[in-house]
């Protein structure tokens, strides 16, 4: 017997979404799974070849005038909210969920899974192929590096870079 089963296709049709505002762009090549569990704001433009990643439980939540570049990973399996006026580079990557150590004589697969929510404040943007792993809170107006993993929580106009991500500076701090 097979132990997997399919996600799903990724196609969606528009009236799945748990919410969907005004003037949404979706480009091309774009993949969503359980759109019911994913709420867009107004004036949201999501780019080709981008998955966004929604669970059967737990909400993917993405604010007014914000942008998701192209073949970004969203996985909501752990919930995110994303704020107003955000954006988000190309090849970014946000996880919500992972296994954990079922301990030494067990693959790491066998692990049970965990969830983890990420939050993102409003005004931030996300630089190319960062990644934020699950349970990070990245606070308002934040500027993330690219490439740069972001494993802590980020506080209001911080700027952070790096792997894993530290804090260069506060914006507007002289700097």
Not at 21 to 30: F, L, R, S
Not at 92 to 97: I, K, Y
Request: negative net charge; charged residues 15%; contains cysteine.
């Amino acid at each position: 017997m097979n132990q997997f089963h399919s996600h799903g296709s990724g196609e969606f049709d528009w009236s799945e979404f748990g919410a969907c505002g005004d003037n949404v762009v979706i480009e091309p090549g774009v993949l969503v799974f359980h759109p019911e569990n994913i709420y867009l704001g107004r004036n949201v433009y999501v780019g080709h070849q981008a998955i966004l990643k929604g669970y059967c439980r737990n909400r993917m939540t993405i604010g007014d005038d914000t942008w998701i570049g192209q073949q970004c990973f969203l996985h909501s399996a752990g919930g995110i909210v994303i704020g107003n006026g955000v954006g988000i580079g190309p090849g970014v990557r946000m996880l919500t969920s992972y296994h954990r150590d079922p301990g030494i004589d067990r693959p790491i697969m066998e692990g049970p899974l965990a969830f983890a929510g990420i939050e993102i404040g409003d005004g931030t943007d996300i630089g190319v192929g960062a990644i934020i792993m699950p349970g990070v809170r990245i606070g308002r107006g934040v500027q993330v590096g690219a490439g740069a993993v972001v494993t802590r929580d980020v506080p209001d106009l911080h700027v952070v870079a790096g792997v894993p991500a530290k804090v260069l500076r506060v914006r507007g701090a002289g700097g």
